[in-house]
């Protein structure tokens, strides 16, 4: 019997043309649309005639047509690592995809975008800067277009202060367009509502929008604060976009830590997706992540497949709108949830889950967002919980882990990309 618990993703060798075909299978009862299924280039290889062209490769279907994808050079090292293409699949429907390298990948409508400019003209995309020191928006605010990073897709947009706080807000989008290239600049006022949407969440103290920090027996200590932390640009394409925040010598309590924190999000997703490596381990933290609650909107949970799901709805939205968040988390990393006090000088007003962490070993979870004014059906709870199984069916089979590069390469090339040696 299928169950709309768990998906399966599969390849196999199949003879079409002279060409083998990358079969890729839905066996659940319900349908996925905008999958973003990622193939490490090592895999690629196997389905092309020479394995040896340095050349990028498109995904095309059965029918020739080439379906929307990219090649992305996750290491940094020049040559591309993963072909990522999007697909759609009824349930129970496998469709076969074949590979083949091309001089250029044809241009495709951008579904995802990742902006970190400066405040002033020519507005220029920020490299190299390092992490802020200050908890202060005033000067995060003078120097950066949204305080720091952002990246959206055809749904929703985050943004990352690039200071000490190290919070993640959500901008809330009424437009499928990406829009981030122009929020804050030119008088722009990205807190009231505009035309393509507005800054919708209120974080002050809180995790945010999935923030990270780390805890130690009772303490927890907010990852931002740090010696020294960058900002990378791993790729910025119609399938998915994907960044890059490192942290050397975080401090906690008398011990410090190194991490990095990898967020990548899909066309057609409501969440996007963190990754996040640590070491100088001990044995006995966690990592800690959230939902902001300063609304007192009860936190719950619900399973699919090897998801555990933790969320709000309410009357959350800064405006008083309908705003659902969640976390999306392999149910075997949960260790607890618990809620933060109210008021303090640490970390308050958030739903907050521990998860197991192990030296330079990845931990991941995903993060929904999804806005009345966007979708005027999560009014509807039931609407609401969909979403969030459909979201879950999607980050357990698309997310970094499920990377067969990512597999490949840890303790190697991805501990050398997150710069913990």
């Given at each position: 019997?299928?169950?709309?618990?768990?998906?399966?993703?599969?390849?196999?060798?199949?003879?079409?043309?002279?060409?083998?075909?990358?079969?890729?299978?839905?066996?659940?009862?319900?349908?996925?649309?905008?999958?973003?299924?990622?193939?490490?280039r090592v895999?690629?290889?196997?389905?092309?005639?020479?394995?040896?062209?340095?050349?990028?490769?498109?995904?095309?279907?059965?029918?020739?047509?080439?379906?929307?994808?990219?090649?992305?050079?996750?290491?940094?090292?020049?040559?591309?690592?993963?072909?990522?293409?999007?697909?759609?699949?009824?349930?129970?429907?496998?469709?076969?995809?074949?590979?083949?390298?091309?001089?250029?990948?044809?241009?495709?409508?951008?579904?995802?975008?990742?902006?970190?400019?400066?405040?002033?003209?020519?507005?220029?995309?920020?490299?190299?800067?390092?992490?802020?020191?200050?908890?202060?928006?005033?000067?995060?605010?003078?120097?950066?277009?949204?305080?720091?990073?952002?990246?959206?897709?055809?749904?929703?947009?985050?943004?990352?202060?690039?200071d000490a706080?190290?919070?993640?807000?959500?901008?809330?989008?009424?437009?499928?367009?990406?829009?981030?290239?122009?929020?804050?600049?030119?008088?722009?006022?990205?807190?009231?509502?505009?035309?393509?949407?507005?800054?919708?969440?209120?974080?002050?103290?809180?995790?945010?929008?999935?923030?990270?920090?780390?805890?130690?027996?009772?303490?927890?200590?907010?990852?931002?604060?740090?010696?020294?932390?960058?900002?990378?640009?791993?790729?910025?394409?119609?399938?998915?976009?994907?960044?890059?925040?490192?942290?050397?010598?975080?401090?906690?309590?008398?011990?410090?830590?190194?991490?990095?924190?990898?967020?990548?999000?899909?066309?057609?997703?409501?969440?996007?997706?963190?990754?996040?490596?640590?070491?100088?381990?001990?044995?006995?933290?966690?990592?800690?992540?959230?939902?902001?609650?300063?609304?007192?909107?009860?936190?719950?949970?619900?399973?699919?497949?090897?998801?555990?799901?933790?969320?709000?709805?309410?009357?959350?939205?800064?405006?008083?709108?309908?705003?659902?968040?969640?976390?999306?988390?392999?149910?075997?990393?949960?260790?607890?949830?618990?809620?933060?006090?109210?008021?303090?000088?640490?970390?308050?007003?958030?739903?907050?889950v521990a998860?197991?962490?192990?030296?330079?070993?990845?931990?991941?979870?995903?993060?929904?967002?999804?806005?009345?004014?966007?979708?005027?059906?999560?009014?509807?709870?039931?609407?609401?919980?969909?979403?969030?199984?459909?979201?879950?069916?999607?980050?357990?089979?698309?997310?970094?882990?499920?990377?067969?590069?990512?597999?490949?390469?840890?303790?190697?090339?991805?501990?050398?990309?997150?710069?913990?040696?």
């Open positions: 019997m299928k169950t709309a618990g768990v998906v399966i993703i599969f390849a196999t060798l199949t003879a079409c043309s002279g060409k083998k075909a990358f079969t890729v299978s839905n066996t659940t009862d319900r349908d996925i649309a905008d999958l973003t299924k990622v193939v490490a895999l690629v290889n196997q389905y092309l005639p020479d394995s040896t062209l340095n050349l990028p490769v498109v995904a095309k279907n059965e029918k020739g047509t080439v379906l929307p994808c990219q090649c992305d050079d996750i290491d940094g090292d020049g040559r591309w690592d993963e072909l990522a293409f999007l697909c759609q699949l009824k349930a129970g429907e496998s469709k076969k995809v074949f590979f083949e390298p091309v001089d250029r990948i044809p241009d495709f409508p951008k579904r995802t975008n990742i902006r970190f400019g400066r405040m002033e003209q020519p507005f220029d995309e920020v490299s190299g800067d390092l992490r802020m020191k200050t908890n202060d928006t005033k000067f995060t605010t003078s120097v950066y277009q949204m305080e720091g990073p952002a990246w959206e897709n055809d749904f929703v947009a985050f943004r990352n202060y690039y706080r190290n919070g993640i807000d959500i901008f809330g989008k009424t437009t499928s367009a990406m829009i981030l290239d122009s929020v804050g600049v030119n008088g722009r006022d990205y807190h009231t509502l505009a035309d393509w949407g507005m800054d919708i969440l209120k974080v002050g103290n809180s995790l945010g929008a999935g923030a990270i920090a780390i805890a130690i027996g009772d303490s927890v200590y907010r990852v931002g604060n740090c010696v020294e932390g960058h900002y990378r640009l791993i790729a910025d394409g119609p399938v998915r976009a994907i960044l890059e925040l490192t942290y050397k010598n975080v401090p906690a309590g008398n011990r410090v830590y190194d991490l990095v924190h990898r967020i990548s999000i899909s066309a057609g997703d409501r969440f996007y997706t963190s990754t996040i490596w640590m070491n100088k381990l001990q044995g006995d933290e966690k990592l800690v992540t959230g939902i902001v609650n300063l609304h007192n909107v009860q936190a719950d949970t619900l399973s699919a497949g090897e998801m555990k799901v933790i969320y709000s709805l309410g009357n959350q939205a800064i405006s008083g709108e309908m705003l659902g968040m969640a976390l999306l988390i392999p149910a075997a990393s949960v260790v607890k949830m618990w809620e933060a006090p109210a008021e303090g000088t640490g970390i308050v007003s958030t739903h907050m998860l197991k962490i192990q030296a330079n070993v990845p931990v991941e979870f995903g993060f929904l967002s999804a806005w009345e004014n966007q979708d005027t059906l999560i009014r509807d709870k039931n609407h609401f919980m969909d979403l969030l199984k459909e979201a879950a069916l999607k980050q357990n089979i698309t997310g970094c882990l499920k990377s067969p590069f990512i597999e490949a390469v840890i303790g190697s090339e991805a501990k050398q990309s997150a710069n913990l040696q």
